[in-house]
């Protein structure tokens, strides 16, 4: 499995970024594309997972905030993968909002168990469904709202979110400093 902090470090376009993507001429100079981006989407519930249960280990008791973020990014990857197919068969020049707050109001009566097992799937389809993307495949546009968007810009995006929000877990499983009594 491939780290999302493995890629990091030595890579001179790297931006905070889990995939080398953000950058727009990485995929012509390096000779990289989205198909690099595979085995991190599939490693992308391993790290979620790992950083889930160190915060269970540390005794965290914001589970509604994690089980909210996990389930968000599940979605995340779901609904890009629906997105995605949609810009490569070109039946659809018009993408309709993600909504991916509803899944939010609903997600309080599932476990994290399940909400887990969701974004599997979900980084499984997404991962496919880049697999199977035609290198060409990758400039195709559809309109999102005001915005000409590209498939390369979906994924990019659809990464970056999901990124920053293993990020905030992370912050979260940082034990936070105690105050001495002096400072009060």
């Known amino acids: 499995m491939v780290s999302l902090d493995d890629r990091r ?3 001179p376009h790297h931006r905070d970024s889990p ?18 981006s595979v085995p991190l989407i599939l490693g992308l519930p391993a790290e979620f997972m790992r ?28 609904v890009t993968a629906k ?3 949609l810009v490569f068969e070109q039946e659809r ?3 309709t909002p993600t909504h991916t707050e509803s899944v939010i109001a609903g997600v309080h009566t599932a476990s994290l168990p399940i909400i887990r097992a969701a974004l599997v799937a979900a980084a499984a389809d997404l991962a496919e469904v880049v697999e199977e993307g035609a290198p060409d495949a990758w400039a195709l546009t559809a309109c999102e709202g005001d915005r000409l968007v590209s498939a390369e810009t979906l994924l990019r995006e659809a990464l970056d979110d999901a990124h920053d929000h293993l990020q905030d877990l992370q912050r979260m499983e940082r034990p936070r400093p105690q105050r001495a009594e002096s400072d009060w």
């Open 9 to 11: 470090g030595t890579d």
């Open 51 to 78: 950083v889930l249960e160190a915060l269970d280990a540390g005794g965290s008791t914001d589970e509604p905030s994690r089980v909210e973020c996990v389930a968000h990014v599940a979605e995340v990857l779901h």
């Open 19 to 36: 995939v080398d993507l953000r950058d727009p001429g990485v995929s012509e100079r390096r000779g990289q594309g989205p198909l690099e």
């Open 93 to 95: 020049t018009e993408l």
């Open 83 to 85: 997105r995605l197919r």
